[in-house]
């Protein structure tokens, strides 16, 4: 019996945990991703790949941290894994989405950042033993956080269905290409913008650029590493070329100029509103509650990130 062969709700409701390990389909994520996954599809975005769009929202034990675009590309030589998923059940479920396509081994993980719901599907993939792409910063930032937020997952979705934090075994310092026989991808690794780790990745199969979380769109964008680098860094994407992307959360894909427009028009309203606030002597507390209130209405969960997004942009900007 395999993952693939098998409907999960079908298991999760004829079947224990115990006889499905035994059977040797571990269901972790069956019921994790259950009514999720009646919602998820893998939708083929360009030849050979495929992308699922994660839910805008935040982990819950019921949708197991499925909140980012995660996918996957097959080239001739093999396939690569543009996103692991948010947990480990999360990173089950998308490893049984490759199974149904292709017998090809997984020789590529992708680890875009930091953050948990990009990276903590790549214990799934352990076992096929790939290698795992980060950005040369990516090691430090795990060593860091790591643990915390493998506990603060553990809390939400118990230990078996989290999985272990999984470092690069290639770093990436300024960029890297990889040759899948068919296909040829293109690493960048940024300066610190979204988070201090960014890894973007250009497709030559599609043609389509993965800026993974340099890229939000409708859901509000999280700072978590250098506003001004940010700004600096989605210029760097505009001139990389391609039209088209696989954003971190969002659709699928989208065109990226308009998108990037967006993202600046965000990333700026809190640039100067924070500057404003500073120059005023307007404390913190005042001003995530004001500054960038324009946006409110363009972005989902506005009112959950903005201040934190306010408080890091204050931090920064405070002595320029
Ligand atoms: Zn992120």
């Known amino acids: 019996m395999t993952a693939s062969a098998v409907h999960p709700g079908t298991l999760a409701t004829g079947l224990t945990r115990r ?3 035994f059977a040797g389909f571990c269901l972790c994520c069956a019921p994790t991703l259950g009514r999720a996954a009646e919602s998820f599809t893998m ?6 790949l495929f992308v699922r769009k994660g839910l805008i929202a935040d982990a819950t034990p019921e949708n197991a941290d499925a909140i980012a675009n995660i996918g996957f590309l097959i080239g001739r030589n093999g396939v690569v894994v543009t996103e692991s998923g948010g947990s480990l059940a999360d990173g089950q479920w998308l490893r049984a989405e490759i199974v149904k396509r292709t017998d090809k081994p ?3 993980v992708v680890l875009t950042h930091v953050h948990p719901d990009h990276v903590f599907g790549a214990g799934a993939f352990v076992q096929d033993k790939p290698v795992f792409i980060g950005h040369a910063k990516l090691t430090e930032a795990l060593s860091a956080r ?5 506990k603060r997952l553990i809390d939400l979705l118990g230990e078996d269905r989290t ?3 999984v470092y690069p075994t290639l770093s990436v310092a300024d960029t890297a290409e990889i040759d899948l026989g068919d296909r040829r991808l293109t690493f960048t690794a940024h300066g610190p913008a979204h988070t201090t780790s960014d890894l973007s990745m250009i497709d030559s199969g599609s043609g389509l650029l993965f800026p993974a979380d340099l890229l939000f769109v409708n859901r509000i964008p999280s ?3 250098s506003l001004k680098g940010w700004l600096a860094e989605i210029e760097r994407l505009k001139a990389m070329g391609p039209a088209r992307a696989v954003p971190g959360h969002g659709p699928v894909a989208v065109d990226l100029a308009p998108a990037l427009a967006d993202l600046s028009g965000y990333l700026k309203a809190l640039r100067d509103g924070t500057r404003a606030a500073i120059a005023q002597d307007v404390p913190i507390d005042k001003a995530v509650t004001s ?3 324009d946006q409110r209405d363009k972005w989902a969960l506005f009112d959950t990130y903005n201040g934190r997004n306010v408080t890091v942009a204050y931090q920064e900007l405070e002595w320029e």
């Open 106 to 108: 997984i020789t590529h």
């Open 19 to 21: 006889h499905a390990l």
């Open 43 to 48: 939708e083929e975005v360009g030849p050979g």
């Open 163 to 165: 999985g272990p934090v």
């Open 223 to 225: 700072l978590d590493g």
């Open 291 to 293: 500054v960038a209130a």
């Open 146 to 150: 790591g643990e915390f937020y493998r």
